[in-house]
């Protein structure tokens, strides 16, 4: 995901260049540091663990649109009530009118593809202020929310559709006492892809006469990350395994990591963000592709919207309300310029895990809501603002 | 040219006859002026002296020195935070920030305008202290006052106009009754004409010369040497931040070799390099181009035009700022600019429909801005990201960047088009307007375009990256490539062209072959068209 060479030869200058690229992460690490010693061990539980990743899917999964809309130089603020909104029609069609899970699914992404072409059209063909758009929109659809569910909550679901969000990957080999093996190896297996194809790349840029990493850092860098991939599939393995939602959402980061790195249409978005004028003079489909920046943030709300409702069990008129704010402040913190141009995957989803460890953290230790609302605040306001400090100096 | 420094150091050290001459007093006086940033000296001992009621140019490559020099002068960079002194009115003045030394009539005019758009004329003059009685705003004497001011400098619109309806000639303009309102003593113009055409250059510099009579000083930086050769009373050219030649127009000639061989440090024995041409069959060929207003539906912009490029030539455009030519070449370029457009086009002998800018790509067109910062680049993107932009594809085999394979590219660029820059992931806004350039020229020529079309090419980049780019203008020709140039400076277009087109309101009116064009005849093609003010045409076309 780093795609940013080092150009000082010197170790120092690459030590401190490479500060600012992990800095994020090292956040996140002292902050669940912070709150395990805090909670006296409570934050890094197996279950705490597994609450932790289900609690914060659809934040994350929403994120991924999100980042991609503030990239191109856009917001979002309709995203939490169109989660809400998809949650209700979801609970609609399975609930009241029977309709088969499967079909009720993609029905529900596909509403959710239509909200976000029908908010994308104005924004991209029409010219008219995303901001505007989108909060005509937050109303609009947690008004449409209301009124399909008359007000209550609908429920419960179906039994196949709450294992989206509450079941986990099916044991391979079972007896295993409690650890639950293929978890871990699914684990392995990943960090080992990941350290393989990292190192790949790096002989690859080397043979191409790039500057890479020191190999010393190189090999401390592959064996903490294959230690800390271990360690939390060791850690939710010996809960009850892989959530079914943390498999969706580590296939969908690694998705849209890709794309928004190795591909034309990620490049495209990104110039769009940097330059809209000069991006479609250089034959790039401005329109086209905001317009479709938002579809994407449509099929991902409905997405989160539904996986929420599982997790629930229920719909209810006020799911949804507020999710915009998280969302937005992951990407936010995450890195990703409100001018539009600069944002990367990786950081937004850190950014989610940074809010998500906060409220989780501050939960267990008893701090009320209004107080957690405080901190989160001024920890985003921190965030962004050390983040231009980097920039400037 | 080791003898340059040595020679004219009595007069890089003007100050020293301050005592003795008093015939003249100086006004300003900066003294042993040096200023350095994180290592890099960016002024070197500089001594700057400005007469009263002088007009003083200051001339230089860009990163000479100048707007840092000017910097220093108006207290953006505050005193500590240089070395020297300066000198103003007699006294030496220390400087904390720019209030100080607009206190004392010293009034920098930057080239990106400080106006708000959305504001009035009388608002904006008054924006930072209008008259006012018990803190609310006397209208009536700001309107007054207005009036006055804009009488001055020559406008005769109403002080409620918004500037936003201002063309930027008159701007400008404003921007100087700015000035006015605050009892200036000194002004100080960076670039003033480089955004404008011929006939408001000459009217902006009708005012300093206006002024000079009332006995204002006035600091002109310009990187159009016929224009200050004009109106200016002494020239004063930088190079890496030293004075290295001071020429009293009144007492010597103005030579432009002579100021051109200061600013660069090398003979320029050719501003344009040679090139054989041999032109071939026609490859761009347009008819009956029509291009409405995108606004105003019924105003015809570009009236029924025929034009045509043959293979290995380079065809100009010239014209005054407004008579279509942007508008003509972006209407070409896949219609990216206009409405209800009509009119055939030919490439390489087939018709093509040319419907979206990806259309025109694809059939073999580019497009180089006008405007490289908002419409040619991605400033905060690397320089590899902004050469691949229009061509990803050719990278990128079935929509998957190939990365190894594209900084190949980029790097092949950045060593044929001598981009100077640390490496290709080095931001783009970092580099110098001349490597900008070739950054946006490499963009295109990785298109493998047959026609190019270069809309002001060279606009505010220094004479050495302008040798460069005719030189990459050339080499293009020579491979077979039809090129259109598009510019508003004449001695570029008769130094680089085969062939000169000149397009007034929308319309060609005049053709010639290189051999036959004269800025006179050009010009003389354009007023046969448009009545202008005699006094404008003396001015612009004194050889």
């Given at each position: 995901m780093t795609d940013k060479t080092v150009t000082l030869p010197v170790h120092t200058g690459f030590i401190k260049n490479n500060l600012r690229n992990y800095g994020m992460l090292l956040s996140l690490f002292a902050i669940m540091l912070f709150f395990?010693?805090?909670?006296?061990?409570?934050?890094?539980?197996?279950?705490?663990?597994?609450?932790?990743?289900?609690?914060?899917?659809?934040?994350?999964?929403?994120?991924?649109?999100?980042?991609?809309?503030?990239?191109?130089?856009?917001?979002?603020?309709?995203?939490?009530?169109?989660?809400?909104?998809?949650?209700?029609?979801?609970?609609?069609?399975?609930?009241?009118?029977?309709?088969?899970?499967?079909?009720?699914?993609?029905?529900?992404?596909?509403?959710?593809?239509?909200?976000?072409?029908?908010?994308?059209?104005?924004?991209?063909?029409?010219?008219?202020?995303?901001?505007?758009?989108?909060?005509?929109?937050?109303?609009?659809?947690?008004?449409?929310?209301?009124?399909?569910?008359?007000?209550?909550?609908?429920?419960?679901?179906?039994?196949?559709?709450?294992?989206?969000?509450?079941?986990?990957?099916?044991?391979?080999?079972?007896?295993?006492?409690?650890?639950?093996?293929?978890?871990?190896?699914?684990?392995?297996?990943?960090?080992?892809?990941?350290?393989?194809?990292?190192?790949?790349?790096?002989?690859?840029?080397?043979?191409?006469?790039?500057?890479?990493?020191?190999?010393?850092?190189?090999?401390?860098?592959?064996?903490?990350?294959?230690?800390?991939?271990?360690?939390?599939?060791?850690?939710?393995?010996?809960?009850?395994?892989?959530?079914?939602?943390?498999?969706?959402?580590?296939?969908?980061?690694g998705l849209y990591a890709f794309v928004t790195t190795r591909t034309v249409v990620g490049r495209h978005i990104y110039a769009i963000g940097g330059n809209a004028r000069a991006a479609s003079l250089s034959g790039i489909k401005t329109e086209r592709l905001t317009f479709l920046t938002f579809v994407n943030m449509g099929v991902l709300a409905a997405l989160a919207g539904l996986v929420f409702a599982a997790r629930l069990n229920t719909a209810t008129p006020k799911a949804g309300a507020g999710f915009e704010l998280d969302v937005i402040a992951a990407c936010f913190i995450g890195g990703a310029s409100a001018y539009g141009g600069v944002g990367k995957v990786g950081g937004a989803v850190i950014g989610a895990m940074i809010m998500g460890v906060m409220n989780n953290g501050m939960s267990i230790l008893g701090i009320g809501i209004d107080y957690q609302q405080v901190i989160k605040g001024l920890v985003l306001l921190g965030a962004v603002c050390l983040d231009v400090y980097n920039q400037r100096r | 040219m080791t003898g340059a420094a040595t020679r004219l150091s009595p007069i890089a050290a003007g100050w020293t006859n301050d005592g003795c001459n008093d015939a003249m007093t100086a006004i300003l006086e900066m003294r042993g002026v040096s200023k350095s940033f994180a290592g890099v000296q960016a002024l070197r001992d500089v001594n700057f002296t400005v007469e009263a009621g002088q007009i003083h140019a200051l001339v230089g490559e860009n990163g000479a020195g100048k707007s840092t020099l000017m910097k220093v002068l108006s207290g953006v960079y505050p005193h500590g935070d240089y070395e020297g002194s300066i000198i103003f009115d007699g006294e030496e003045r220390r400087f904390r920030d720019v209030n100080d030394s607009e206190a004392l009539g010293i009034i920098i005019i930057h080239q990106e305008l400080a106006l708000i758009p959305l504001l009035s004329i009388a608002e904006n003059i008054f924006l930072s202290h209008p008259p006012s009685r018990l803190g609310v705003i006397d209208r009536d004497a700001v309107y007054r006052r207005t009036q006055e001011l804009l009488a001055q400098v020559g406008l005769t619109e109403m002080p409620d106009t918004l500037v936003t309806d201002l063309g930027v000639g008159k701007q400008q303009l404003v921007e100087i009754a700015k000035a006015l309102s605050k009892r200036v003593r000194l002004l100080i113009l960076d670039e003033p004409t480089a955004s404008l055409n011929e006939n408001d250059s000459a009217a902006l510099l009708d005012r300093l010369l206006a002024f000079r009579a009332q006995g204002i000083a006035s600091i002109l930086i310009s990187h159009k040497l016929s224009e200050v050769a004009r109106v200016a009373d002494r020239i004063t050219v930088l190079r890496d931040g030293r004075t290295v030649?001071?020429?009293?127009?009144?007492?010597?000639?103005?030579?432009?070799?002579?100021?051109?061989?200061?600013?660069?440090?090398?003979?320029?024995?050719?501003?344009?390099?040679?090139?054989?041409?041999?032109?071939?069959?026609?490859?761009?060929?347009?008819?009956?181009?029509?291009?409405?207003?995108?606004?105003?539906?019924?105003?015809?912009?570009?009236?029924?035009?025929?034009?045509?490029?043959?293979?290995?030539?380079?065809?100009?455009?010239?014209?005054?700022?407004?008579?279509?030519?942007?508008?003509?070449?972006?209407?070409?370029?896949?219609?990216?600019?206009?409405?209800?457009?009509?009119?055939?086009?030919?490439?390489?002998?087939?018709?093509?429909?040319?419907?979206?800018?990806?259309?025109?790509?694809?059939?073999?067109?580019?497009?180089?801005?006008?405007?490289?910062?908002?419409?040619?680049?991605?400033?905060?993107?690397?320089?590899?990201?902004?050469?691949?932009?229009?061509?990803?594809?050719?990278?990128?085999?079935?929509?998957?960047?190939?990365?190894?394979?594209?900084?190949?590219?980029?790097?092949?660029?950045?060593?044929?088009?001598?981009?100077?820059?640390?490496?290709?992931?080095?931001?783009?806004?970092?580099?110098?307007?001349?490597?900008?350039?070739?950054?946006?020229?490499?963009?295109?020529?990785?298109?493998?375009?047959?026609?190019?079309?270069?809309?002001?090419?060279?606009?505010?980049?220094?004479?050495?990256?302008?040798?460069?780019?005719?030189?990459?203008?050339?080499?293009?020709?020579?491979?077979?490539?039809?090129v259109v140039m598009i510019s508003s400076e004449m001695p570029e277009l008769l130094g680089v062209c085969d062939r000169i087109c000149v397009m007034n309101d929308g319309a060609f009116v005049g053709e010639f072959a290189a051999a036959e064009a004269t800025q006179e005849r050009i010009m003389r093609a354009i007023m046969r068209n448009k009545q202008i003010d005699k006094k404008v045409l003396q001015g612009d076309l004194r050889p």
């Open positions: 395990q010693v805090m909670t006296d061990g409570t934050l890094l539980q197996p279950l705490n663990l597994t609450n932790l990743v289900l609690q914060n899917s659809y934040i994350v999964i929403m994120a991924l649109g999100m980042l991609l809309i503030i990239v191109t130089g856009h917001i979002d603020l309709s995203v939490g009530s169109v989660a809400g909104f998809v949650g209700a029609v979801a609970a609609v069609l399975m609930v009241r009118y029977h309709v088969a899970y499967p079909l009720a699914f993609l029905a529900c992404l596909f509403v959710g593809a239509l909200i976000g072409a029908a908010q994308g059209y104005w924004v991209a063909y029409f010219k008219i202020p995303s901001f505007i758009v989108t909060l005509a929109g937050m109303l609009v659809f947690k008004g449409l929310a209301l009124a399909i569910l008359a007000g209550q909550s609908v429920g419960p679901f179906p039994p196949t559709f709450q294992k989206l969000s509450s079941g986990f990957i099916p044991e391979l080999f079972p007896g295993a006492g409690t650890l639950y093996p293929t978890s871990l190896l699914i684990g392995a297996v990943l960090a080992v892809a990941l350290v393989y194809t990292s190192a790949k790349n790096r002989a690859r840029q080397a043979s191409h006469g790039i500057d890479v990493e020191p190999f010393g850092f190189f090999v401390a860098k592959s064996a903490l990350l294959f230690a800390v991939i271990v360690f939390f599939a060791g850690l939710i393995a010996s809960h009850r395994g892989l959530p079914n939602v943390l498999v969706i959402m580590t296939a969908l980061i | 030649d001071s020429i009293d127009c009144l007492a010597e000639p103005v030579e432009e070799d002579r100021i051109i061989r200061s600013m660069v440090n090398r003979d320029l024995a050719h501003r344009f390099p040679q090139r054989s041409a041999t032109i071939g069959a026609p490859v761009f060929a347009v008819q009956d181009w029509t291009v409405h207003h995108p606004l105003h539906r019924d105003r015809r912009v570009i009236k029924g035009v025929d034009f045509e490029v043959r293979r290995g030539e380079v065809v100009g455009i010239a014209g005054l700022m407004g008579a279509g030519r942007t508008e003509f070449a972006m209407s070409l370029f896949g219609r990216a600019w206009g409405d209800r457009i009509s009119g055939r086009i030919w490439l390489d002998g087939r018709e093509v429909n040319l419907s979206s800018v990806a259309a025109a790509i694809d059939a073999g067109l580019a497009y180089v801005t006008e405007d490289r910062k908002q419409l040619g680049l991605i400033l905060d993107a690397d320089v590899r990201k902004n050469i691949t932009l229009a061509s990803l594809g050719r990278v990128a085999p079935q929509g998957m960047i190939d990365d190894m394979s594209e900084l190949r590219v980029a790097n092949d660029y950045r060593n044929r088009m001598r981009i100077r820059c640390s490496d290709v992931y080095q931001e783009t806004g970092q580099l110098s307007g001349g490597n900008q350039q070739k950054v946006v020229l490499s963009k295109w020529l990785m298109t493998d375009p047959k026609v190019l079309i270069l809309d002001e090419p060279t606009r505010g980049i220094d004479v050495g990256a302008k040798y460069e780019i005719y030189c990459i203008i050339n080499e293009l020709a020579e491979a077979g490539k039809g």
